[in-house]
């Protein structure tokens, strides 16, 4: 069975310093992986997803992303934090042949002037 | 350019009563899905929608009923309400294959007194 575990439910940073948010997933097949971020009282917007191809996978807002087959890992940084960073992070996993995706529980990070 | 449109965004239900959430999409995907939402526990899935007329069940389906008529509504009933049902509600759709993302609303906080 696939999951997604994220390390850390809440994460902070200063302005300015490295985002880092970890993801670990278990899945019997190659997955496909994303990150959301969702604003206060919003929906989930996709930031970035991996399919297949090259491992390091951009996205928008300045975020990336690594999948990292050996260590079964999709860490999500950033290199510089922003004050509008300050969200909640969703890492997610999908196979192919399964419609549904499953989520991690969250990372909310907070990012200190 | 509308996207995945949730109705209604608030709600507050006694114990008992009944109520039916709506997720329009205009995007003429093949694939819809309900989450909740819960705090320290991610995005559940409720039920879900591989098609005009099809239904299955996610992780987390007791309690709730859903329909899909047409393609683009698909509509999440709880004919019972009860406390633990209070969450924030998500509808998702999503047109392709594994790599393919979702795209959310903006979702629907009930409250079940």
């Known amino acids: 069975a696939q999951s997604v575990t994220q390390l850390g439910s809440h994460v902070s940073v200063s302005e300015g310093a490295l985002v880092l948010l970890r993801c670990n997933y278990s899945?019997?097949?190659?997955?496909?992986l994303f990150w959301y971020v969702q604003y206060p009282n919003q929906g989930l917007q996709l930031l970035l997803k991996?399919?297949?191809?090259?491992?390091l996978v951009k996205g928008i807002n300045g975020f990336e992303a690594e999948f990292k087959k050996s260590e079964t890992s999709f860490h999500l940084t950033k290199p510089s934090a922003h004050m509008s960073d300050a969200a909640e992070y969703f890492c997610?996993?999908?196979?192919?042949?399964?419609?549904?995706?499953?989520f991690g529980s969250g990372t909310r990070l907070l990012v200190r002037p | 350019n509308a996207g995945v449109t949730q109705t209604p965004k608030f709600r507050v239900l006694k114990t008992g009563q009944s109520m039916t959430l709506l997720c329009a999409q205009d995007?003429?995907?093949?694939?819809m899905y309900w989450y909740r939402q819960d705090p320290g526990m991610g995005l559940r899935l409720i039920h879900y929608?591989?098609?005009?007329?099809?239904?299955a069940k996610g992780e987390v389906p007791d309690g709730y009923n859903v329909s899909r008529l047409k393609k683009q509504n698909f509509l999440l009933g709880l004919e019972s309400a009860a406390p633990s049902q209070t969450s924030v509600y998500f509808c998702?759709?999503?047109?392709?294959?594994?790599?393919?993302?979702?795209?959310f609303g903006s979702g629907t906080r009930l409250t079940v007194v």
């Open positions: 998702a759709s999503s047109g392709g294959q594994g790599g393919s993302g979702y795209t």
């Open positions: 899945s019997s097949v190659p997955p496909y």
């Open positions: 991996y399919t297949t191809g090259a491992t």
């Open positions: 997610a996993v999908r196979m192919d042949s399964s419609y549904k995706l499953i």
């Open positions: 995007m003429n995907h093949e694939y």
């Open positions: 929608s591989v098609g005009e007329g099809t239904t």
